[in-house]
Structures are given as structure tokens and as C-alpha cells.
């Protein structure tokens, strides 16, 4: 079963930085595509970045493009997501997920494994 933790949330000013990270255990990390999502309250799940297994290419959300950089360490089994120039816009329950031999997406329903999320919360 894989187990993916997600760390790194908390309180920042507009214009901010923070890295998220995710943790994943009982599995070799380079085998799988890693996502974030975010949801805000009210909100769907929305779409933030990738990292693929094939060859380790990413891809991005409209909305956080240019700001956010998403990386990956298969020896530490960690994916990262830095966050930059915050805006109060980016205030949302950040998830990491997961999905093995497959390139991923930009609905949750391309992946297969969800971490229990960790709270970003920008403020103005």
C-alpha cells in the first residue's frame, strides 16, 4: 500500500514563499507520477502541478505557473512543491497524489493514492 504524507503547510504573508513537501513510503518513488492538488472551501479540487515517471517532465496549472516549482528526490522518496510571490488566492488545503506507470493528469480522477492533505493559508 503506498502512504503519502504531506508536510510543510502554514501561515504566510501575500508574497510569501513556502515548500511543501511529500512524503511517500512503501514503494520506489521513480515508479510513479506525483501531483498536487488544492481545494479551497466551497471549492473543487483543483489541479496545481506534476512530476512524471517516464522522465521526470512537469506540468502546471494555469494559476500557479511562473510561481510554483514542483521537483522530486527518488533517493529521499520525497516530491517538493516551492511556492512562491503567495497570494491570498493560493489559501487552500494542499494534497499530494499519486499514480504508478502512468503519466498522470490534471483530474484527481487520474490518480490512484491521496495523502490527508496540509493547510496553506496566505494572508493579505
Known amino acids: 500500500q503506498v502512504q503519502l504524507v504531506e508536510s510543510g503547510g502554514g501561515l504566510v504573508q501575500a508574497g510569501g514563499s513556502l515548500r511543501l513537501a511529500c512524503a511517500i513510503s512503501?514503494?520506489?518513488?521513480?515508479?510513479?507520477?506525483v501531483g498536487w492538488f488544492r481545494q479551497a472551501p466551497g471549492k473543487e479540487r483543483e489541479f496545481v502541478a506534476a512530476t512524471t515517471w517516464s522522465g521526470g517532465s512537469t506540468y502546471y496549472g494555469d494559476s500557479v505557473k511562473g510561481r510554483y516549482s514542483i521537483s522530486r528526490d527518488n533517493a529521499r522518496n520525497t516530491v517538493y512543491l516551492q511556492m512562491n510571490s503567495l497570494k491570498p488566492e493560493d489559501t487552500a488545503v494542499y494534497y499530494c497524489a499519486a499514480v504508478r506507470n502512468s503519466d498522470g493528469g490534471v483530474y484527481p480522477g487520474d490518480y490512484s493514492f491521496w495523502g490527508q492533505g496540509t493547510q496553506v493559508t496566505v494572508s493579505s
Open positions: 512503501g514503494r520506489t518513488l521513480s515508479l510513479y507520477t
